[in-house]
């Protein structure tokens, strides 16, 4: 029972490259979400979806991109990296019913020089 | 903005000492109220989930509450343990489909 699957789980980028981290599920939860953990900070929401087609912003969306072609994956591009974009990166899914409970991957950790 | 407040931010207790981790909200018209784990390094682990018509749930040594005319939620763990130090956080869901996370309670259990 894989659950919410991330990667890389690890990735140095220099300044102005571009990555994605995918994000897969496999419990086929309609809502999936992308945050960024940062020391003092807590989580914060980057960009969700409520579906496959549908996305929207979240707290911090500048500089991230997403997009929800299936039910099962939930990408996360970054188009030209900076060094404030250092994190860890979190995705999870809720299947979005009263009863729903969220599941996260185990993290993506970027550093970004 | 909607928010999520987590009292105390860090806490240390003797082992075997009940404790209660607070967490309030803004949001009247919440769902459900979820409880995780953090341990250094790693990622969320669920602990509690409190549909929004329920006002508890209990697992082991964890009990945790949720009052929504008040917007507040507690988490109670029973005779804590060395094994219980981490960062525990609550998080919610609005009707927009976000979940909006507290900033954590950071508890050191001492042997």
């Known amino acids: 029972n894989a659950g919410v699957t991330q990667t890389p789980k690890f990735q140095v980028l220099k300044t102005g490259q571009s990555m994605t981290l995918q994000c897969a599920q496999d419990?086929?939860?309609?809502?999936m979400s992308w945050y960024r953990q940062d020391p003092g900070m807590g989580l914060r929401l980057i960009h969700y979806?409520?579906?496959?087609?549908?996305?929207d912003q979240g707290e911090v969306p500048n500089g991230y991109n997403v997009s929800r072609s299936t039910t099962e994956d939930f990408p996360l591009r970054l188009l030209s990296a900076a060094p404030s974009q250092t994190s860890v990166y979190f995705c999870?899914?809720?299947?979005?019913?009263?009863?729903?409970?969220?599941?996260f991957g185990e993290g993506s950790r970027l550093t970004v020089l | 903005k909607q928010e999520v407040t987590q009292i105390p931010a860090a806490l240390s207790v003797p082992e075997g000492e009940n404790l209660v981790l607070n967490c309030s909200f803004t949001?009247?018209?919440?769902?459900?109220l979820q409880w995780f784990r953090q341990d250094p390094g790693k990622g969320l682990t669920s602990l509690l989930l409190?549909?929004?018509?329920?006002r508890e749930q209990t697992s082991g040594r964890l009990n945790a509450s949720l009052d929504k005319s008040s917007g507040r939620s507690t988490l109670y763990i029973a005779a804590s343990q060395p094994g219980d130090s981490a960062t525990y956080l609550c998080?919610?869901?609005?009707?927009?489909?976000?979940?909006?996370f507290g900033q954590g309670t950071e508890l050191s259990v001492k042997p």
């Open positions: 998080a919610h869901y609005n009707q927009g489909g976000k979940l909006i």
């Open positions: 419990m086929n939860h309609e809502y």
């Open positions: 999870a899914a809720y299947s979005g019913t009263l009863t729903g409970e969220l599941f």
């Open positions: 409190i549909q929004s018509s329920q």
């Open positions: 979806s409520v579906g496959a087609g549908i996305t």
């Open positions: 949001d009247s018209a919440i769902y459900n």
